[in-house]
């Protein structure tokens, strides 16, 4: 089932995409502490979507499988790309004064974690908590 | 573009910071301004940021609690974060996220405590947060 698009071009936006994914994992019966990473890992990514990839939008849909039911996020943007991922994912390392915890850190705090990006194209994180 | 300015209390020579739950990073950066100039004006000694009402400590807000911790102390003011919510401490962990520069409370109470004391001593249930 889709919940929808959510633009990501500002800091107000991530709160409010933020507010959504907390009302889903609610309704969904989320454990608490479930609930507090699957919102932070969002928060993270969609600072991502709007401070490196220039804005872009935000899909959540819910997914099952197995018998378990939980929410799939998707990022994407059409900014610059990650030249390399595999740094991009080493904790620490960063291009923007940041703590370089971001995309690591998130993937820590999720069940799925997916990171597509093409250069000049932009890049897709797609995560998914179970419940 | 104005943003929404979050409410700075006093309380005799502290600062009481309640941070929304709903802070956005603008919002944050705008506290960040307006405490240290409440901290100057005041000539507070310690500052207590209440975070009992957020769920959602990213990297971002850790940052700007622990920058807030290091600034306000080259004015001379002690910060406490005080009511970190167990499932944020154990994502803190989980992000390997730290917050230098600042002590932590359980509560408010304990936090005026940790202030009142010059910091010399620790209360019961209060602990240090690591410091670099």
Same mark, same amino acid.
């Given at each position: 089932?889709?919940?929808?698009?959510?633009?990501?071009?500002?800091?107000?936006?991530v709160v409010?995409?933020?507010?959504?994914?907390?009302?889903?994992?609610?309704?969904?019966?989320?454990?608490?502490?479930?609930?507090?990473?699957?919102?932070t *890992?969002t928060?993270?990514l969609?600072?991502? &979507?709007y401070?490196? %990839?220039? /804005?872009?939008?935000?899909?959540?849909?819910? =997914?099952?499988?197995d018998?378990?039911q939980?929410l799939r996020?998707?990022?994407r943007d059409?900014?610059?790309?990650?030249?390399?991922t595999?740094? *991009?994912?080493r904790?620490?390392y960063?291009? &923007?004064?940041?703590? %370089?915890? /971001?995309?690591?850190?998130?993937?820590?705090? =999720?069940?799925?974690?997916?990171?597509?990006?093409?250069?000049g194209?932009?890049?897709?994180?797609?995560?998914?908590?179970?419940? | 573009?104005?943003?929404?300015?979050?409410?700075?209390?006093?309380?005799?020579?502290?600062?009481?910071?309640?941070?929304p739950?709903h802070?956005d990073?603008?919002?944050?950066?705008?506290?960040q301004?307006?405490?240290?100039e409440?901290?100057r004006?005041a000539?507070?000694r310690?500052?207590?940021l209440?975070?009992?009402?957020?769920e959602?400590v990213?990297?971002?807000?850790?940052r700007?609690?622990?920058?807030?911790?290091?600034?306000?102390?080259?004015?001379?003011?002690?910060?406490?974060?005080?009511?970190?919510?167990?499932?944020?401490?154990?994502?803190l962990?989980?992000?390997?996220?730290k917050?230098?520069g600042v002590?932590?409370?359980?509560?408010?109470?304990?936090?005026l405590?940790?202030?009142g004391s010059g910091?010399?001593?620790?209360?019961?249930?209060t602990s240090?947060?690591?410091i670099?």
């Amino acid at each position: 089932m889709n919940h929808g698009t959510f633009p990501v071009r500002t800091a107000e936006h991530v709160v409010l995409l933020r507010r959504e994914v907390c009302r889903l994992s609610r309704e969904l019966s989320f454990p608490p502490l479930d609930e507090t990473r699957l919102l932070t *890992a969002t928060s993270e990514l969609a600072r991502n &979507t709007y401070v490196h %990839g220039g /804005g872009g939008e935000v899909k959540i849909e819910q =997914v099952a499988a197995d018998g378990r039911q939980g929410l799939r996020i998707t990022f994407r943007d059409r900014g610059p790309g990650i030249v390399d991922t595999n740094l *991009a994912m080493r904790p620490g390392y960063t291009t &923007t004064n940041g703590l %370089g915890l /971001g995309l690591p850190g998130a993937k820590r705090l =999720v069940d799925e974690f997916a990171l597509h990006s093409t250069v000049g194209e932009g890049t897709v994180v797609s995560i998914v908590m179970w419940v | 573009m104005t943003v929404t300015r979050i409410p700075v209390v006093r309380i005799g020579r502290f600062l009481l910071v309640t941070i929304p739950g709903h802070a956005d990073d603008a919002m944050i950066e705008q506290l960040q301004t307006d405490l240290l100039e409440r901290v100057r004006d005041a000539s507070a000694r310690g500052v207590l940021l209440d975070v009992s009402g957020v769920e959602v400590v990213d990297s971002f807000l850790a940052r700007s609690l622990s920058e807030i911790g290091r600034m306000a102390r080259f004015l001379n003011a002690k910060v406490v974060v005080v009511g970190i919510q167990p499932a944020v401490a154990m994502t803190l962990v989980e992000l390997g996220l730290k917050l230098p520069g600042v002590r932590t409370a359980l509560n408010v109470d304990h936090g005026l405590q940790l202030l009142g004391s010059g910091g010399e001593r620790e209360p019961a249930n209060t602990s240090r947060s690591e410091i670099r």
